[in-house]
């Protein structure tokens, strides 16, 4: 790893201006589990590197009346695994951030570095897409705010400008009779990538989908929404047959490659099983 400088900011306002001084030579860090395997193994040589965790308005994790969850971007996974609210209200959210790495990663990997990065298979985005959660995002023209199915342009690249940071996600409550779960596939149990992810949103109204979203990761070179499958759905009433044709429009949205983990067909697949299972435990939830 050559040699960089780095920098300590106590405030959002000093991050700005680092981003503005150093510009694309910078590289941001929060729990550094993506950035600092990228730097070592050469792939990216930063001339410096902002550290954010003296940030403390980037570490919020809090429900706020009438606007839901707001989740700072430095928030750790294991914070939003083990946190009781997102647990009871958002599961799907707390699930996903139950299988980021190992425990040990979970406590260093942050919700913002797992969104940043842009990975296909990032666990958190489909979660957060289905929930329909808004980044916020703050530069020098002031803060802005995008919808996550907009967030990601490109195979490890998002809307970020290089002088921008992404402060925090603000998720909306689900309502009442809502819920949803997020599912991966992995060769191994733990410490491994999504071969295939989704997640799935319903809300339900006197016994038909009043609203659904389904998020799919690791199918295409960003986390994508399976909006016709949504569409089908509802205003309908959430049958095995209603499920089963929502998971075969789920696979016809998914647009996946063949590599080292799993032949295209095989991701196919299990786009349709994954959306499948979680449509049914998210109608089981939204029935509670």
């Known amino acids: 790893m050559r040699r960089f400088h780095l920098a300590l900011p106590r405030s959002i306002e000093d991050c700005l201006k680092l981003l503005a001084e150093r510009g694309p030579e910078a590289k941001l860090v929060a729990g550094g589990t993506d950035l600092l395997p990228q730097m ?3 792939l990216i040589k930063p001339a410096a590197v902002i550290d954010l965790s003296g940030v403390a308005d980037l570490r919020v994790l809090r429900r706020e009346d009438g606007a839901g969850l707001r989740v700072g971007a430095s928030v750790a996974a294991r914070e939003i695994e083990l946190d009781p ?3 009871s209200a958002y599961p799907a959210l707390a699930e996903s951030g139950a299988l980021v790495g190992s425990v040990q990663i979970r406590n260093l990997a942050t919700v913002g570095g797992n969104l940043c990065n842009a990975a296909p298979s990032a666990d958190m985005a489909p979660p957060l897409m289905a929930l329909e959660a808004e980044a916020i995002i703050a530069g020098p023209r002031g803060r802005r705010r995008v919808p996550m199915a ?12 290089p002088d921008e940071l992404l402060v925090e996600l603000i998720v909306p409550a ?9 599912l991966r596939h992995t060769p191994r149990r733990e410490l491994d990538i999504a071969v295939v992810g989704v997640a799935s949103q319903v809300t339900l109204s006197d016994g038909v989908c009043r609203k659904a979203r389904i998020a799919l990761a690791a199918v295409a070179p960003t986390p994508i929404r399976a909006t016709a499958a949504e569409r089908a759905l509802e205003g309908q009433p959430l049958t095995a047959q209603q499920i089963a044709r929502a ?3 789920a696979v016809e949205a998914a647009r996946p490659i063949s590599d080292q983990r799993g032949s295209a067909d095989f991701r196919r697949h299990l786009v349709g099983v994954l959306t499948r299972r979680t449509l049914t435990t998210a109608l089981e939830r939204a029935g509670r």
Not at 150 to 161: E, M, P, Q, W
Not at 174 to 182: H, M
């Open 40 to 42: 070592k193994n050469g």
């Open 85 to 87: 609210y997102t647990r």
């Open 150 to 161: 907009d967030f990601f342009t490109g195979v490890r690249r998002t809307v970020l400008a």
């Open 174 to 182: 689900p309502g009442p009779r809502s819920g949803g779960q997020y």
């Open 247 to 249: 998971a075969q429009l």
